[in-house]
């Protein structure tokens, strides 16, 4: 992924490529652009020629056409790659911003395009340089469940157990998408060995913000890291967490579940920091996450710290998840001197969990996994896999869904 602060410029002067399909508006916009320093480079004859002509890296802004014939996602997202921006004189311009176009001028100001130009020039973009691999999923008749790990503060094993369940899942059968939602920066990416530097959040955020995400469109913003399971890697920077605005993991988890069941990786705080003003919060990622999912895996390290913290995010979910909530108590271990029964009766003060799992500590599992760039379990058997196996089981193996009644119209699983 490349972010780009402006489009190329040649001094104030500002190429760009027309494809206007012969529409009456050309002659008079070309006039406007000339009297005001915008370069024409090409008129292109077609979208062909227009999408060649724009792969040579020499413009940051296209002027086409809204009817442009073929002008679709597919056109839009491979000119973004190329750090070109589409604007569109005239056509719908709803159905324009969904497909990603920055703006759409009316036909009737030749006068106010060149404005236009610039002002799309320095737009700021999210742009994904690489067209390969396309995700093989397909939309399905039935939509899948959305599990959504959290955990609080002090890395309990959020990302080891989101990719861990998401692989076990594929590795059943199941198309999966594993989305890396975490608001403080990404890591699902360097937990699964993906190297580009592609964050496919941020693309569909981008394609959100710009009025909409087509699942085509969506495809192309996951990577496919083993048969039947698609990642949707995270934020590159923690301080890229503004791009991801209220709406954006609505929109990608109504996509993602069109095509398999879905596993969220999640930041560590519940709070609603609104106080950061303009309408933004940080969390907003998290919160969203928490409040779209049908079944929430909450966890804990099991040391005294990490414990009280666990108590603090059961009490929180307890008001934010809509579903059930299964308990993780990760990195148990003799040493800490209490008992399973001791730990299940604290999590009860605060919550009815669906389940209660105690993942081993295994340092040599976990190593290995990450070294290798994969799961813990792609990594073969260990006592960690098989943990992450009988978590699996309880929530999503045959879990029981129904229709939501609920407004977005997900599926659910059933309280227990
Ligand atoms: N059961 C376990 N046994 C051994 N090591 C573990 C276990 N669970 C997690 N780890 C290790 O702990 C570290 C933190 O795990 P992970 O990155 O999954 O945490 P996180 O909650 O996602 O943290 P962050 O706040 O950084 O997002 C990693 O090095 C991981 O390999
Ligand atoms: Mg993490």
Known sequence: MSTTGGAPVLGDRVPVLVA??????????LHALGEAGV??????????????SAASGTVGVVVVSGELPGLDADAVLQLLRADVRCLAVGGDAEALGRLGVVHVHPVDDPAGLPGAVRRAVHQDLVVDPDPEPASRLEVRADRGRTIVVHGPAGAPGRTLLATGLAAEHARRGAPTVLVDADPHGGAVAQHLGVLDEVSGLLAAARLVNAGGLDARAFARCRREVAPGLDVLTGLPRPDRWVEARPGVLDAVLDRATEVGDVVVDTGFSLEDDSELGRGLVRNQLTLDAVAAADHVVAVGSAEPVGLARLARTLVDLRDLAPGPVTVVVNRMRDSLGWSRRDVVGMVEGYVRPAGVVFVPDDRVAADRALVAGRSVVEVGGSPLATAVAELHDLVLAGAEVRRSSGG???WRCRRP
């Open 20 to 29: 206007a399909a012969g529409e009456e508006w050309e002659a008079p916009a």
């Open 39 to 52: 370069v024409v480079l090409k008129r292109c004859v077609d979208l062909t020629d227009l999408l060649a």
């Open 408 to 410: 977005r119209g997900r």
